[in-house]
């Protein structure tokens, strides 16, 4: 059974940093695109980033309103993807979800992060 | 950025009767190399994860009951429930993975009449 698990979410003040992380189990890691995605309170999905498979180039995409404050990184050794948050401004308080592959095929339960002061 | 763009914001559907979901991309997500539409239907349940339904267009995922359908290519696509039952009470999501940034519809809220 697929499983993705995220965790590092809480509560971070604006200018601040927060790294998540989303462990996966039940298929083959090292092989996975992984997406994140995050839903702010009450409002609908919205695609943040990506990271390809090594086999693919490893390359990282990232949407516009988070290119050069979030980065995405992965290590397969502990079949785990990460994403790092810096600069953290109120809109970015949101649940974030991690998925896998080219079109979303399955989804972590998402991790809660609150930016406040 | 495409833009997807999804109707009715929300519907009532009685059980047992046939659910439409439209959804349109500001331009078209047929990759022409594979003749595939690079497009995807999510449902959403109040405090779940979203779950992935149909893609390719018209891909129905394992698992998902025969009743979901999707069809449409290029930039109109459509989401049918054939017979509504309650378990579908849900909000519906279209996405586009044919460019980055890869858009979300604005999401659409289904539920009983």
């Known amino acids: 059974e697929v499983q993705l698990v995220e965790s590092g979410g809480g509560l971070a003040k604006p200018g601040g940093s927060l790294r998540l992380s989303c462990g996966g189990s039940?298929?083959?890691?090292?092989?996975?695109?992984l997406n994140w995605v995050r839903q702010a309170p009450g409002k609908g999905l919205e695609w943040i980033g990506r990271?390809?498979?090594?086999?693919?180039?490893?390359?990282?995409e990232y949407s516009a309103p988070v290119k050069g404050r979030f980065v995405i990184s992965r290590d397969d050794s502990k079949n785990t993807v990460y994403l790092q948050m810096d600069s953290l401004t109120t809109e970015d308080t949101a649940v974030y979800y991690c998925?896998?592959?080219?079109?979303?095929?399955?989804w972590g339960q998402g991790a809660l992060v609150t930016v406040s002061s | 950025d495409i833009v997807m763009t999804q109707s009715p914001d929300s519907l009532a559907v009685s059980l047992g009767e046939r659910a439409t979901i439209n959804c349109k991309s500001s331009?078209?997500?047929?990759?022409?190399?594979?003749?595939?539409?690079?497009f995807a239907w999510f449902q959403q349940k109040p405090g779940q994860p979203p779950k992935l339904l149909i893609y390719?267009?018209?891909t129905r995922e394992s698992g998902v009951p025969d009743r979901f359908s999707g069809s449409g290519s290029g930039t109109d696509f459509t989401l049918t429930i054939s017979s509504l039952q309650a378990e579908d009470v849900a909000v519906y999501y279209c996405?586009?993975?044919?460019?980055?940034?890869?858009?979300f519809g604005q999401g659409t809220k289904l539920e009983i009449k």
């Open positions: 331009q078209s997500v047929l990759y022409s190399s594979n003749n595939k539409d690079y």
């Open positions: 998925s896998t592959g080219l079109y979303f095929d399955f």
């Open positions: 996405q586009q993975y044919y460019s980055n940034p890869y858009t």
């Open positions: 390719w267009a018209t």
């Open positions: 039940g298929f083959i890691f090292s092989n996975a695109w």
């Open positions: 990271i390809k498979s090594k086999p693919d180039g490893g390359t990282t």
